[in-house]
């Protein structure tokens, strides 16, 4: 296994999406056979070899120096996403890179279990893999219909894609699926070999044509803050602000937030939900306490 074709077609689709007025150069004529820059443009901008630039696009980032890279990444105008992801294939190309790693299991510790309880707004942490592996009360019931799916844990991604309910639960639907593809596409920049992953990418991939066709773009993104408009089965419309922190202590791990604007209508229907879920606790939670009862008899 390796990952020369995610580091051919990402360089491909980004040469292809410069122009050469957009990167300072002079278009001569009119008949252009490629979108966007062609290969010896690109390696002009970047200062290196014709040769070298083509060995690059042919998937060989082995060895390739940080100063090249940022060189590239310049010449190719890529966002700090981008450039992020393509730093991450070339240190997945490393020859040291262990073929075949699958990603720890990531379990949540009890203590950041009860940070989450003691927010007053919906809350959750998730992986790179974007399954949910704990929530408050309040996000629990922000996002039921997700942490009702018979795969556990559950995951974002497999609703967005496969569930038909996840185009009338998310109003920005297709901003969305667009943001998941993107998290994940920069998440197998980082663990290509990642078993867990592969297989995740795999089934979005067999089951859903537009996942295939997203994926094939090659697009990145980083998932830190914005916003998210919801049809609740319960309350309705609700226009949230979330914040995506990552937890030093448990590296691959995000906790996400949601809050509302103070006084608004979705600040409302927050409050609503937030009662009706008042006298309820998680079921899995509630097994387990009684197990550490029923031990104690």
């Known amino acids: 296994m ?3 074709n995610d580091i051919r077609e990402f360089l491909a689709t ?3 999406k410069i ?3 957009q990167a300072g150069l002079p278009a001569y004529g009119g008949n252009r056979r490629v979108p966007g820059l ?3 443009e690109v390696a002009m901008l970047a200062g290196v070899s014709i040769d070298y ?3 690059l696009e042919r998937g060989n980032l082995r060895g390739v120096s940080d100063s090249v890279l940022d060189a590239l990444a310049r010449a190719l105008q890529l966002d700090e996403a981008e450039r992020a992801h393509l730093f991450d294939l070339a240190r997945a190309a490393a020859p040291s890179t262990p073929a075949g790693r699958r990603q720890a299991p990531q379990k949540v510790r009890p203590t950041l279990q009860r940070v989450l309880d003691a927010m007053g707004t919906p809350a959750f942490v998730r992986n790179g893999n974007m399954d949910i592996l704990a929530a408050n009360r309040l996000g629990r019931a922000l996002y039921g219909e997700i942490f009702d799916s018979p795969v556990q844990p559950p995951n974002s991604a497999r609703f967005a894609f496969l569930d038909p309910r996840a185009e009338r639960f998310f109003r920005d639907w297709d901003r969305v699926i667009e943001d998941s ?4 596409r920069a998440e ?3 663990r290509p070999y990642d ?3 592969s297989n995740l990418i795999g089934e979005l991939s067999t089951r859903s044509e537009l996942f295939r066709t997203r994926w094939a773009a090659h697009n990145v993104r980083f998932h830190r803050t914005g916003g998210k408009r919801l049809n609740h089965p319960l309350v309705g419309d609700l226009d949230l602000d979330y914040e995506a922190m990552e937890l030093p202590a448990d590296p691959g791990l995000v906790v996400i937030t949601y809050t509302a604007e103070p006084g608004s209508p979705s600040q409302d229907a927050l409050n609503l939900l937030a009662s009706w879920t008042a006298g309820t606790e998680p079921a899995d939670r509630t097994a387990d306490r009684t197990s550490e009862h029923d031990r104690h008899l």
């Open 195 to 197: 078993r867990g992953l």
């Open 53 to 55: 630039y083509i060995r």
């Open 2 to 4: 390796d990952n020369r």
């Open 188 to 190: 197998a920049g980082r």
């Open 38 to 40: 062609r290969r010896e």
């Open 181 to 184: 593809v993107a998290i994940l």
């Open 14 to 16: 980004r040469r292809a």
């Open 19 to 21: 122009t050469p007025q």
